[in-house]
């Protein structure tokens, strides 16, 4: 069974700090990462994808990726509270592209502490 | 980025009736839309693959008889959540990829929290 597995939490870091959140998958040959942010009650929004090994930066965020490890990751620096959320890693396992669904971990609660 | 609309956003309903909720794409088509149950505390749960045209792919475990959709054109697609049970009580959440560009990224609609008394 293809599974996409994330430490739940949660995870508190103080304001200002560096949020580490971590994503391991199962399927080697997936292809594409994503990572959503969830705040309570509210549907999930995109934060960042990558699709090769290595860093990605956008802003304060970076994403990590290690296809070898099958291991995906996403830095949070200079935490704010409102960081504060649930984080989603999602994983395309779909390594033929014609299927387009995404396999969503269960979330990594954060608290930035002011 | 693309937007894709649901409604309702919340809705009570008595055990045994029928609830539907509408998910629509504004500003792209849509041939392929994803729906999804997410219980509180838990992730993402994929119930259906909703194809424009054609019969819509249930996951394992989901009743496709006690949650029918309806993906009629290229902008809306229907869930309808028969004879709905206290157990039914869920966030219900669509969403959309711009298969013209495809990247992955799933655009989600607002959700819609179902209570069944």
């Known amino acids: 069974q293809k599974e996409v597995e994330q430490n739940s939490g949660p995870l508190s870091v103080p304001e200002g700090a560096i949020a580490s959140l971590n994503c391991t998958y199962s399927?080697?040959?997936?292809?594409?990462f994503f990572w959503y942010r969830q705040y309570s009650g509210k549907s999930p929004e995109l934060i960042m994808f990558?699709?090769?090994?290595g860093d990605k930066e956008d802003g304060r965020f970076t994403a990590q990726l290690n296809k070898a490890s099958q291991y995906v990751s996403l830095l949070i620096r200079d935490s704010q509270p409102s960081d504060s959320a649930t984080y989603l890693c999602a994983v395309n396992m779909d390594s033929g592209g014609s299927n387009y669904k995404l396999t969503f971990g269960k979330g990594t609660l954060l608290t930035v502490n002011p | 980025g693309a937007v894709v609309s649901q409604h309702p956003s919340w809705v009570i309903c008595k055990s045994g009736t029928s609830v539907k909720i509408e998910c629509r794409s504004l500003d792209f088509q849509a041939t392929t839309m994803f729906w999804y149950r997410q219980f509180p505390k838990q992730s993402l749960m994929l119930m259906a693959t909703s194809n424009e045209g054609s019969k819509a792919t249930y996951e394992q475990g989901v009743e496709k008889d006690k949650f029918l959709i309806n993906h009629a054109s290229l902008t809306l697609s229907t869930l309808t959540v028969t004879s709905a049970h206290p157990e039914d009580s869920s966030f219900y959440i669509c969403s959309a990829s711009r298969l013209v560009d495809w990247t992955g990224e799933l655009f989600f609609g607002e959700g819609s929290r179902l209570t069944v008394l």
């Open positions: 990558i699709y090769s090994n």
């Open positions: 399927d080697r040959g997936s292809q594409s």
